[in-house]
Structures are given as C-alpha cells and as structure tokens.
C-alpha cells in the first residue's frame, strides 16, 4: 500500500511514472464526473463535486 501524502515533487514524479492515478484523483475524479452522484448528495451546481456539464467527462 502506497502513501497518499507526499511532497508536489513527489506527486509529480508519481505521475510521470505511475500508470496509477494519485489518490485524491481516483475517487473525487470518478464521482464528480457523475450525475448521479451530484443529484444524489445535492452537490451545488458549478462546484468541485458537480462541475459543469462540459467539464465533465462522460465514458459511456
């Protein structure tokens, strides 16, 4: 198991190299990407939680 706290140096050569994404990045990203999550915890429109809709990545 990996650390998630570390220096941005760190975060930086982690992402450079690691074909895994940072922590913070592997949870908040997937569901602030999500309408359903927004609408299910009434996430403020416009927030880190429920950006806009062209900000968001939609997969399928």
């Given at each position: 198991m990996q650390?998630?706290?570390g220096?941005?140096?760190?975060?930086k050569?982690?992402?450079m190299?690691?074909?895994?994404s940072?922590?913070?990045?592997?949870?908040i990203?997937?569901?602030?990407n999500s309408y359903?999550?927004?609408?299910?915890?009434?996430c403020?429109?416009n927030?880190?939680?429920?950006?806009?809709?062209?900000?968001k990545?939609?997969v399928?």
């Open positions: 650390s998630s706290i220096t941005p140096e760190a975060l050569l982690q992402i190299n690691d074909p895994h940072p922590a913070q990045f592997r949870v990203g997937t569901l602030s359903e999550f927004a609408q299910q915890f009434k403020k429109p927030s880190r939680m429920n950006p806009d809709a062209d900000k990545c939609v399928w």
